[in-house]
């Protein structure tokens, strides 16, 4: 009788545990969506487009959105001929988001080397380490070699 | 090339088999002999009917193909080779086997004839399935007319008519259950991958109309190809199934395995991996980065909408053919089932917490981003998804299997039980061990100031930890809990001889007893042991190694020296 009495006891407070438990884990969750969602809708900081990071994230912008005319607006005339029939925007950007690494100006030329994150299920990732170079001409800062993705900028004859 | 392989998989097959037997009443080196030889003599056997068949398909090939311009009948010298050696030889091995089987009667009872018999009528049944397929294709104007195609149907037709002929003879018909599963299985996943494409198919024509898609597709191609698909899946699933397999011992462990794994596990899964896209696509549409017209968002319903209706159709077919379940003393496939259904929910639903992790991580390691291809979103979106569908499928089962454990020893120690809950703690363990190294690793590297951004390297690698690690965690606890309700009962005998005994009855003693237990069988008519005579019998006995005899009476039970 003292038995079933203790495990009565038992059962008893397990139930009264479990509840706090549930309503933990419940707000654990609503917390980890909230915080998840606020990230996936929220849109990268905005850097100043005169500068060699902005013209940067003009381009990767317009990279990302697939809209191959944009991308050569942020690149030197030369080097915007030489990309216009480049097929390679097509291949390589779904699932993929871009990080600045670090900036080197000197004079009028500058680097930007960038850190591109691919990941097409949010778990398995690999990334690409990449350097955008730029020159300075009339107070623009323009991408003066193909950069990435671009990597088949031949004028055709 | 093809018929070399499948001599060498016979030739492995038997060998497979036959050392998975229990010695018989003949001696080692006579079942040797005998087993070497019959290895020889059905892989020959084998090997000229498949020589003979592809013969004959080609010579039969070139006399109905009646669309050739111009052919070069070059082409039929190797056929005509084949059947130069394959006719003869396979005539006299036939006739060697026939003689054989008249003069020793037992020879027919052998496993290397019942594993002939059943890959020669599997092998026969799906060249037959695939050339069949091909010609209905051809009559429905899904495909050009085959030549070919429609030789290799009807030859291939007649080498499994003839093997069925020796199957419904064969005198061991409880070893061919496995041959008329399998057929019943080549039928079920072709049946239902032409009704599948049919409903889809239909569906998607009815799609495109309602959009006013000028540019879409004709889907008749689509349809006709899959009613063929249906028709012969549907013949051979009524045919081995219908009028074969469901009419043998439904309560054979071969016979449910079939009903539970393939049947009512396959077509669970594959309702709610439809039941997965098509809630994602309602989620996508109603808060994500989804398509720019409805149409187009959803253009994948007819495909999920047929995979669900097929799939419900399987589990629920599947599930009536098996008798009520029974609380006490459940069969071990049962909890096969239930901890395999678990692990499908446990996968996907942890897969949804991880990916949510590292979102969440996402949201506090932003900084120096400068764009993205912007569907972070529907990745968020999906592992809701997946955390809808795992989590009730993982919990219902669990909750359930949880409750047979609370109150009986024989489910808590049983094996389904023990491998599930090592292979979660092992591979949860291993996982999250692998992912807490990636993460020191990224640690230390930003120590040495090798890192821009700490929490973005190691956000995946923690979500893992978490996720994978309280999985493993939480099976650690079940499993000692389990194992301080229920300790394993260990007699101190450690071997046993059964004298008389059913299989059943020796894995029965050896599962309650922790023993190694070997059985002898008897050539008189005596009583068989029972389990409960054997138990009770071994009750107290203190040494290692025992014999047990069946006496009519209580068992007889000699100890042994070590």
């Known amino acids: 009788m003292a038995k079933n009495l203790v495990e009565e006891e038992d059962t008893g407070m397990k139930d009264r545990t479990r509840t706090p438990l549930i309503v933990l884990a419940a707000v654990v969750f609503a917390a980890v969506l909230g915080g998840a969602l606020y990230g996936a809708f929220a849109e990268p900081d905005t850097y100043d487009p005169t500068t060699p990071e902005g013209v940067v994230q003009t381009y990767l912008k317009a990279v990302f959105d697939g809209d191959e005319l944009a991308s050569l607006d942020s690149m030197t005339a030369d080097l915007a001929d030489r990309c216009q029939d480049a097929t390679s925007l097509d291949y390589g950007t ?6 600045l690494d670090k900036t080197t100006i000197d004079n009028d030329t500058a680097t930007v080397a960038i850190e591109i994150r691919h990941s097409s299920d949010g778990i398995d990732e690999w990334i690409e380490n990449e350097t955008i170079w730029l020159e300075k001409s009339a107070d623009t800062w323009q991408i003066s070699q193909p950069p990435w993705p671009y990597w088949d900028c031949v004028k055709e004859q | ?14 060998a497979l088999f036959m050392s998975a037997r229990r010695p018989s009443t003949e001696s080692t080196a006579e079942q040797t002999g005998s087993t070497i030889r019959r290895l020889f003599q059905y892989a020959l056997l084998f090997g000229a009917v498949v020589l003979v068949s592809i013969g004959l398909s080609a010579v039969l090939g070139q006399a109905v193909t009646i669309n050739e311009i111009a052919g070069d009948r070059r082409s039929l010298a190797l056929p005509l080779a084949y059947l130069s050696v394959g006719l003869p030889a396979g005539l006299l091995l036939a ?12 020879e027919a009872e052998s496993p290397a004839w019942t594993l002939y018999l059943s890959i020669a009528s599997i092998t026969s049944l799906i060249v037959f399935v695939v050339a069949a397929l091909r010609v209905l294709e051809a009559l429905f104007g899904a495909e050009s007319y085959s030549g070919d195609a429609l030789a290799r149907m009807i030859v291939w037709l007649a080498v499994w008519a003839g093997h069925w002929v020796l199957v419904s003879g064969a005198p061991r018909q409880d070893r061919l259950v496995w041959h008329r599963l399998a057929g019943s299985a080549t039928g079920m996943v072709v049946g239902t991958v032409g009704l599948g494409n049919t409903i889809a198919s239909g569906l998607r024509q009815l799609f495109d109309q309602m959009s006013g898609d000028l540019a879409a597709a004709n889907y008749s191609w689509t349809w006709r190809n899959a009613v ?14 219908m009028a074969n397999a469901i009419r043998t011992d439904r309560s054979s ?25 098509l809630l994602y696509d309602v989620l996508v549409w109603l808060l994500g980065d989804a398509e720019s017209s409805a149409w187009k968002q959803f253009e994948s319903v007819p495909g999920g909408v047929a995979a669900l209706v097929t799939g419900l159709w399987v589990w629920w077919y599947h599930r009536t053919v098996l008798a009520p379940e029974r609380s006490e003393g459940r069969p071990e496939i049962y909890r096969v089932y239930d901890y395999l259904v678990s692990v499908a929910g446990l996968v996907t639903s942890t897969t949804g917490a991880t990916i949510l992790l590292v979102a969440f991580f996402d949201t506090f390691s932003r900084q ?14 999906a592992a809701v998804t997946a955390l809808l569908v795992g989590v009730p499928v993982w919990g219902l089962v669990w909750l359930r299997t949880q409750r047979l454990a609370a109150g009986s020893g024989d489910e808590t120690n049983s094996v389904s039980r023990r491998t599930y809950l090592f292979l979660l703690i092992g591979v949860g363990g291993t996982t999250a061990l692998i992912s807490l190294i990636s993460v020191f690793f990224s640690v230390f590297q930003s120590i040495l100031g090798e890192t821009s951004n700490l929490l973005r390297d190691i956000r995946i690698p923690l979500s893992l930890v978490i996720t994978v690690g309280s999985v493993a965690v939480y099976h650690w606890l079940v499993f000692k809990r389990d194992r301080v309700a229920y300790p394993v009962e260990s007699s101190g005998i450690r071997s046993i001889l059964l004298v008389g005994a059913t299989e059943e009855v020796g894995k029965a003693v050896a599962h309650k007893t922790g023993a190694k237990v070997q059985i ?43």
């Not at chain 2, 049947?263 to 439809?274: E, H, K, R």
């Open chain 1, 94 to 99: 779904d699932g993929a988001r871009a990080f």
């Open chain 2, 1 to 14: 090339m093809t018929w070399v392989i499948l001599l060498v998989a016979a030739v492995a097959g038997v």
């Open chain 2, 95 to 106: 006739r060697w086997v026939r003689k054989q089987h008249l003069r020793q009667p037992l």
């Open chain 2, 228 to 241: 063929s698909w249906l028709i012969v899946g549907g013949l051979v699933w009524g045919w081995y199934w």
């Open chain 2, 253 to 277: 462990r071969p016979f449910q395995g079939y009903v539970v794994i393939l049947g009512v596990l396959s077509g669970l899964i594959t309702a709610l991996v439809a039941t997965s896209g």
């Open chain 2, 368 to 381: 120096g981003e400068v764009a993205g291809s912007g569907r972070g979103i529907n990745l968020v979106l």
């Open chain 2, 520 to 562: 002898l069988e008897r050539s008189d008519d005596a009583e068989m042991l029972a389990f409960d005579d054997v138990v009770r019998a071994l009750d107290g006995q203190t040494s290692a190694r025992v014999l047990v005899v069946a006496t009519g009476g209580p068992p007889q039970v000699v100890p042994l020296r070590h």
